[in-house]
C-alpha cells in the first residue's frame, strides 16, 4: 500500500512549485490569444465559405484528429533551430521555440484552439448570422455589427469555448514532449510532472498533481454547464 506524504508538504517542494508556476505562466499567455485566435478564426470561418475558408478550417480543426506527438514532431521540424523559420525568430526577435517557455506556450495554444474556433464557429452560423445581417440591412458599420451585435450574441459560446480550450491546453503532453522536451525547473507542466513523479516512483507527488489538475478540471466543468443551462 502507499503512503501518502501530506499533501501541503508535497505542494511546498520547489519541484511542484516550479510546475505550478510554469502552468500559470503559460495560461497568462496562451488565454489572451485563444480568446483573441478562437473569436476571430470562429468569425471568418462561420461567416465565409470557399476553398480557402475550408483548408483553414481543416488546419484549426487537425490538432483534434492528429495524434499529438505526431503534431509536434511536424512542428519541431518546422520550427527547429536548423530551420528556416526557427533561425528567422532567433535571428530578428531573439526567440527560439524549442527546448524553451515559448515552445511550450505554443504547444498550448495549438492544442486549445479548435475548441474555441468550434465553439464560435457554431454560433456564428446559426442565430447570430442573422442577426448580423439584419444590422448590415440597417446600415450599421461592419465595426460596430461586430462590437456591439456579433459579440454579445455569442459571449455564452465565447466563455465555454475558453474553458474548454484552456483545460486541454493544461493536459497538453504530446506536443509539450516534443516542442519542450520535459527539462525539469524550465519546460515541465503540471502534466508532465505528473509523468516525471510516476516514473521516478513518486506516486504520492503524482496523487497531488493529479488533484490539482482534477480540481481545476472539475471547476471548468462546473463553469461550462452552467453557461450552457443559461438562457
Excluded: H
Amino acid at each position: 500500500m502507499v503512503v501518502f506524504s501530506p499533501f501541503f508538504e508535497i505542494l511546498k517542494e520547489p519541484a511542484t512549485v516550479a510546475c505550478i508556476r510554469l502552468s500559470l505562466e503559460i495560461a497568462c499567455v496562451t488565454v489572451p490569444l485563444l480568446a483573441v485566435s478562437g473569436i476571430l478564426l470562429g468569425y471568418v470561418l462561420g461567416r465565409w465559405q470557399g476553398r480557402w475558408i475550408s483548408a483553414l478550417d481543416f488546419l484549426v480543426t487537425l490538432p483534434l484528429v492528429f495524434p499529438p506527438i505526431a503534431t509536434g514532431f511536424l512542428l519541431l521540424m518546422l520550427l527547429g533551430r536548423r530551420s528556416r523559420i526557427g533561425i528567422f525568430l532567433k535571428e530578428t526577435i531573439g526567440i527560439e521555440m524549442i527546448f524553451s517557455f515559448w515552445g511550450v506556450a505554443l504547444a498550448a495554444f495549438i492544442a486549445g484552439l479548435p475548441l474555441i474556433v468550434k465553439q464560435v464557429q457554431a454560433a456564428i452560423r446559426g442565430e447570430t448570422n442573422r442577426l448580423i445581417e439584419a444590422s448590415y440591412v440597417l446600415g450599421k458599420s461592419p465595426t460596430t455589427t461586430f462590437f456591439k451585435i456579433t459579440l454579445p450574441s455569442i459571449r455564452k459560446n465565447i466563455a465555454i469555448g475558453l474553458s474548454l480550450a484552456f483545460a486541454r491546453s493544461l493536459g497538453e503532453v504530446g506536443v509539450t514532449l516534443m516542442l519542450g522536451g520535459n527539462i525539469v525547473g524550465k519546460t515541465n507542466t503540471l502534466s508532465l510532472e505528473v509523468y516525471n513523479a510516476v516514473f521516478t516512483g513518486e506516486y504520492d507527488r503524482a496523487f497531488v498533481l493529479v488533484f490539482i489538475l482534477g480540481a481545476i478540471s472539475l471547476g471548468l466543468i462546473c463553469i461550462t454547464r452552467r453557461l450552457a443551462k443559461e438562457d
